[in-house]
């Protein structure tokens, strides 16, 4: 039951990469986000849904083209913490990033992401 509530705004979430129109991205971040959300990003830590807005929003305007974004594994949620890993993709084999968003929930909410972006060399040995 947690896990599907987690998956449910986790997807939520990543359609905001998605939508069809930039004026869409407020409301779903607004369905899947607390409004004191603490976002850990590739610059840094912000908080609030509009920092988070900002975020996508420079996302969906990437230089090679408005790319996709989809959760690409399964949601893993011990407690109520939850992990997954998510691709995106430019159009025509543009540049490809993928990387991992470990959240927080509060109330069927997220509170909290982080994001690991890229992937995890093997260590050395």
Do not use: K
Not at 25 to 32: E, I, R, Y
Not at 74 to 100: H, I
């Amino acid at each position: 039951m947690q896990e599907e509530i987690a998956r449910s705004a986790i997807d939520t979430f990543i359609s905001a990469f998605n939508a069809s129109d930039d004026s869409y991205v407020t409301a779903l971040l607004s369905q899947a986000l607390t409004s004191d959300v603490v976002f850990w990003g590739p610059l840094g830590r912000s908080e609030g849904i509009e920092a988070v807005e900002r975020f996508v929003l420079d996302i969906r305007r990437h230089p090679a083209g408005t790319g996709t974004m989809v959760r690409c594994s399964a949601v893993d949620m011990p407690d109520e913490w939850a992990r997954y890993q998510w691709v995106f993709t430019t159009p025509d084999g543009g540049p490809r990033l993928a990387g991992t968003d470990v959240v927080h929930l509060r109330r069927s909410l997220i509170d909290q992401v982080i994001v690991f972006a890229g992937e995890i060399e093997p260590s050395a040995s």
